[in-house]
């Protein structure tokens, strides 16, 4: 263990490293304070350099939904690792995941393995655009698809976290062919879709986005997005790297029983190893080099580390009934969160949708993205510092959603509710 404090660690980082990390939400801008600089992590909690344990909803920002170091994930890692780290070169374990995948999704032929979410859904749309031969995309405000430059306008996560929902070095050049509509209002895509009916190349959603908090289509929205793409000719795009084996086993899709043309998974793919996907049908999908005109390529791509903890975190969540007790759970600790806001008074809810939960300092559940935004701050803030300093870790940004796992056990949830309780009254 060091014998430093976070704040020690947080000052010493911040001397070498750009604000102290290596990805700007983890600086804690949103909330204040020292961010945790963590020594250890399993099942469903993370250890601190100082020693405290923290029950953990941020759960890497997805990938550990069956908790921190499963036994089978680190024994799955392990003999990979004695084979080699990477080897430039294929390997079996790529072939392995990418099957599951295809038997999991009907209309999935073939996958593409990248290292992050933002390479694949760079590389979806490169591959919309080759496709299709048009420039065009459509893209919603508050949604986040990584940091590639024409999808980082008016983006949802770290970027909106710290009020810069477009980054400044992405030439006008280069974003002048992202369209934005507004989530949950299927006349904004339209009328996109009416200006440009010939050069829309694709349109990416988060079906259900967890980047602006968590969202949830309204009726009839996700199947209109799918009328039109068809209508008009252009590429759907569900970016599931966050909802994706999550939601459902089989992400947004299989919530709502709706064929994208393309998909993007991540996160729990990679079992906290770094792991990204474009996943469609053959047609689509062999316009990717070497079989068609479009270069997509990676040195670590199909890394043979991060395919068997995919590997192992995918079986380990197909095992029958395992969405289903995590709903069991999460309802359990929404319920209970939304109690404790109706006996403190405050304006507070809580809603989930499998393992992916939101919380908002208002009374309703946001519909549209300027809802998400409009919440107490002042509130969450020290809510959040309550939370952390009972030992219960939630992601630092009122704007992102929260994430349990299968470690989380029903005396995890209680302890939390009641943490909640109390730090809701002191904040009211
Ligand atoms: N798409 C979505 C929906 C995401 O939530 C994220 C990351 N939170 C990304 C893409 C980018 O993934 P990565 O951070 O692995 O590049």
């Known amino acids: 263990m060091s014998q430093a404090t976070n704040q020690q660690e947080f000052d ?69 690792v004695a084979d ?64 590639a430059d024409s999808l980082l306008v008016k983006a949802g996560s770290g970027a909106l976290a710290f009020g810069n929902p477009s980054s400044a070095g992405v030439p006008e050049d280069v974003v002048k062919h992202t369209l934005i509509a507004r989530y949950n209002d299927l ?41 039109l793409c068809t209508q008009y000719g252009a590429v759907l795009i569900f970016d599931e790297v966050m909802s994706g084996f999550r939601v459902t086993l089989t992400g947004a899709q299989g919530w709502c029983g709706i064929t994208p043309d393309l998909s993007t998974f991540g996160k729990v793919i990679g079992g906290g190893m770094p792991v990204g996907a474009v996943a469609g049908p053959a047609r689509i999908m062999e316009r990717f080099a070497p079989l068609g005109n479009v270069y997509q390529a990676g040195t670590l791509s199909g890394n043979p580390i991060a395919m068997a903890a995919g590997i192992a975190t995918i079986d380990l969540i197909s095992r029958p009934g395992f969405h289903d007790e995590l709903n069991r759970r999460m309802t359990r600790l929404v319920d209970g969160l939304n109690a404790a806001a109706k006996k403190t008074g405050v304006a507070f809810c809580a809603r989930a949708l499998g393992g992916l939960g939101g919380m908002y300092f208002r009374a309703t559940p946001p519909v549209y993205f300027e809802e998400a935004t409009d919440q107490n701050l002042e509130q969450y803030k020290r809510f959040y510092h309550l939370m952390l300093e009972g030992g219960v870790y939630l992601p630092p940004s009122p704007v992102e959603a929260f994430f349990l796992s299968s470690a989380h056990t029903d005396e995890d949830i209680d302890q939390t509710v009641a943490l909640a309780e109390k730090s809701l009254a002191a904040v009211a």
């Not at 200006?195 to 968590?214: F, K, R, S």
Request: charged share 20%.
């Open 187 to 227: 006349d904004s895509v339209r009328r996109l879709f009416e200006q440009y009916p010939d050069d829309v190349a694709c349109l990416i959603v988060e079906p259900i986005p967890g980047n602006m908090n968590l969202m949830v289509p309204q009726p009839g929205f996700l199947e209109g997005l799918r009328e």
């Open 12 to 80: 010493r980082a911040s001397q070498v490293l750009v604000g102290g990390v290596n990805s700007a939400v983890r600086a804690f801008r949103a909330v204040g304070g020292t961010p945790r600089f963590i020594q250890r992590a399993e099942g469903a909690r993370m250890w601190d350099v100082e020693g405290k344990a923290y029950i953990d909803y941020v759960g890497s920002w997805g990938p550990a939904i069956v908790g921190h170091s499963h036994p089978e994930v680190l024994k799955a890692v392990q003999a990979a």
């Open 84 to 147: 080699g780290l990477s080897f430039g070169a294929p390997n079996v374990r790529e072939t392995e995941l990418a099957q599951r995948i295809c038997d999991m999704f009907p209309h999935v032929e073939r996958v593409r393995f990248t290292s992050s979410g933002t390479e694949s859904t760079m590389s979806a749309l490169r591959l919309a655009r080759g496709y299709t031969g048009r420039n065009r995309i459509i893209k919603f405000e508050g949604c986040y698809h990584g940091t």
